[in-house]
């Protein structure tokens, strides 16, 4: 058991996991670019109206994502930003302060990244099926 722990190690933890959910929005950020790729390579190929919609329906939530990944990486960052700006003489505060933060940051992240991975496997299926399909008209 790590006994007297310095404040500043905690604020390593926290820098540390905000820097990695910083390099996940990035990670996220080029998953779908490679997603829209695929489907721009499947939607030449599809003229069925009910497998268009489809497609449309996922390039509409693959830029709808971009944005949100785009703007946490903002507030992330801004975090960040708003930490190294505090001042020694202030430590309790800023530490009581960036917990409530943090712990809000966490649950936008687990979502995300839940909601990335339903839209991930939702897309997968729907391209599965385009294969599956005797033909994709």
Do not use: C
């Not at 009910?50 to 709808?64: C, G, K, R």
């Not at 020694?88 to 979502?111: F, G, V």
């Not at 990244?113 to 005797?134: C, F, G, M, Q, W």
């Amino acid at each position: 058991m790590v006994k007297n722990v310095k404040i500043g190690s905690k604020w390593t933890q926290y820098m540390f996991e905000t820097s990695s959910w910083i390099r996940l929005m990035d990670f996220l950020h080029q998953e779908n670019a490679y997603l829209k790729t695929r489907l721009s390579e499947v939607m030449d190929d599809i003229t069925n109206n009910q497998n268009l919609a489809l497609a449309e329906h996922f390039q509409n939530q693959f830029l709808v994502k971009d944005d949100a990944y785009d703007h946490m990486k903002n507030d992330l960052q801004r975090h960040v930003e708003k930490w190294n700006q505090q001042t020694m003489s202030d430590e309790t505060n800023a530490i009581l302060s960036l917990r409530k933060i943090h712990t809000r940051l966490k649950e936008q992240i687990d979502y995300i990244e839940r909601e990335h991975a339903v839209l991930r496997k939702d897309y997968n299926t729907y391209l599965i099926s385009l294969v599956a399909a005797p033909s994709i008209n």
